[in-house]
């Protein structure tokens, strides 16, 4: 019975190329964050008229404005790596289809198998909680097995979206 479960050596490779194309689209996911959240570090208008309590402020000669606009430009029209561009491209088109499939594949490869450490405020002892398949699961609003579920249906697609064989794709 245990035999008929083993993967062969074209499904693992399949299963590792699937999760470094999460990881990818991971990572192309988050350097769009970090484009956004620059974007709102420049001062705006109306942030100046608060910070001088409604009057205009006297002009230093400086504007700060420049150098923001500057600093998106060169973020924007960095070059993004084929590969990357690829996965957000194919993990896009899985999300119209199951998003999520395509949630689930993301907590995988981002939270599952991971500690996060917290302090209880009240008794300030340390509590380290694994990030298991139930706390995936409960993440996600959904029990463990829907979760394991949702994951292995989302690999498996995605292989295929990515071309293995159905056979390679299990």
């Known amino acids: 019975m245990a035999e008929q479960n083993r993967k062969t050596p074209n ?33 705006s208008i109306m942030g100046m008229w608060a910070d001088f309590e409604g009057r205009p402020p006297s002009g230093s000669g400086f504007s700060g404005f420049c150098m923001l606009a500057d600093k998106l430009e060169k973020i924007r029209f960095r070059h993004v790596p084929e590969e990357f561009a690829r996965a957000y491209d194919r993990l896009s088109r899985m999300a119209r289809i199951s998003q999520k499939q395509v949630e689930a594949l993301c907590v995988d490869r981002f939270y599952r198998g991971r500690t996060k450490v917290a302090i209880d405020p009240f ?13 995936c699961g409960q993440l996600l609003g959904c029990t463990a097995k829907v979760f394991q579920r949702r994951v292995t249906k989302g690999y498996s697609q995605l292989q ?3 071309g293995y064989r159905e056979k390679e794709a299990a």
């Open 11 to 43: 499904q693992r490779r399949a299963r590792e190329a699937a999760e470094r194309e999460v990881d990818r689209f991971i990572a192309y996911l988050q350097g769009l964050d970090t484009i956004d959240q620059i974007a709102h570090q420049g001062r």
């Open 123 to 135: 008794t300030e002892q340390r509590l380290e909680i694994r990030w298991n398949d139930a706390a």
């Open 160 to 162: 295929l979206m990515m």
